[in-house]
């Protein structure tokens, strides 16, 4: 039941910039102040989230957390919810200064109405992103004791993923609008690739046991610095790793240990 009410309400939240820039006449500046926002927020709500499974069931990786890494011996003594917040919000950040002078620019070489910033739209983009970043809030709480570190980790971790994303593609992306005189067409293939990559982190993502047999027959063909070794036992020693990893942040953190 959760999923068919948040499922809907996530397919929105995408769609509210989607509508406004191919069918409100939003400007970029104005879609791209909705998208900073939706960031942001999105990323304060999961923050939220964590804060609260951090304080009902405490577990090891929220105090100590032991992150995806090639040296498994080495654990992190930072805790999870400040790591996700100052790499969500030094990316927001970082947009939003870019973003300004990219606006600057396109104004100075003569493409004010695409750096032209509506605000009552802008406006109205956010109450619904808020809206609909409530709801979806509001029905993970009903669950959220239920929950596993590990889908709080993967709930964060895509969050971080799309902001870097983003980061990524508006670097490039404005570069090449600001060298070029057709900024609505650059900015309406950004719309799109955003709006797919959004729609590909709203769906489970799969993770197969063991690899495919393709990938497996290719790489074991690839000259390998382990002889005697196939692709398939790399891949299974990687699944174990990951499997003692998440166990380890899994494990319940007392309030006595939980304190300063």
């Given at each position: 039941m959760n999923r068919v009410i948040q499922l809907p309400a996530q397919l929105a939240l995408i769609a509210i910039p989607v509508v406004g820039w191919f069918t409100q006449d939003w400007s970029g500046a104005t879609t791209l102040a909705v998208y900073w926002f939706e960031t942001v927020a999105a990323c304060l709500f999961i923050a939220a989230r964590v804060l609260l499974q951090q304080r009902w069931v405490p577990r090891h990786g929220h105090f100590r957390y032991d992150a995806p890494s090639t040296d498994?011996?080495?654990?992190?003594?930072?805790?999870?919810?400040?790591?996700?917040?100052?790499?969500?919000?030094?990316?927001?950040?970082?947009?939003?200064?870019?973003?300004?002078?990219?606006?600057?620019?396109?104004?100075?070489?003569?493409?004010?109405?695409?750096?032209?910033?509506?605000?009552?739209?802008?406006?109205?983009?956010?109450?619904?992103?808020?809206?609909?970043?409530?709801?979806?809030?509001?029905?993970?709480?009903?669950?959220?004791?239920?929950?596993?570190?590990?889908?709080?980790?993967?709930?964060?971790?895509?969050?971080?993923?799309?902001?870097?994303?983003?980061?990524?593609?508006?670097?490039?992306?404005?570069?090449?609008?600001?060298?070029?005189?057709?900024?609505?067409?650059?900015?309406?293939?950004?719309?799109?690739?955003?709006?797919?990559?959004?729609?590909?982190?709203?769906?489970?993502?799969?993770?197969?046991?063991?690899?495919?047999?393709?990938?497996?027959?290719l790489m074991n063909r690839m000259p390998n610095v382990h002889p005697g070794k196939r692709f398939e036992d790399f891949w299974a020693k990687d699944r174990a790793d990951e499997a003692a990893r998440r166990e380890k942040n899994e494990r319940p953190w007392t309030s006595a240990r939980a304190k300063p």
């Open positions: 498994r011996r080495s654990g992190s003594t930072s805790s999870f919810l400040s790591g996700f917040l100052i790499v969500s919000m030094a990316f927001s950040a970082a947009h939003a200064v870019f973003l300004g002078v990219i606006l600057l620019l396109l104004n100075h070489n003569g493409q004010a109405g695409f750096a032209e910033v509506d605000w009552r739209s802008v406006g109205v983009g956010c109450l619904g992103v808020v809206a609909f970043l409530v709801l979806d809030f509001l029905v993970d709480l009903s669950t959220l004791r239920r929950w596993s570190f590990w889908q709080m980790e993967q709930l964060a971790n895509r969050a971080v993923s799309r902001v870097i994303v983003v980061h990524m593609t508006l670097i490039f992306g404005f570069a090449a609008i600001a060298i070029t005189d057709a900024p609505d067409a650059f900015f309406g293939v950004f719309v799109v690739l955003k709006t797919m990559a959004a729609l590909s982190w709203a769906f489970p993502q799969w993770e197969p046991t063991t690899p495919p047999r393709w990938l497996s027959r």
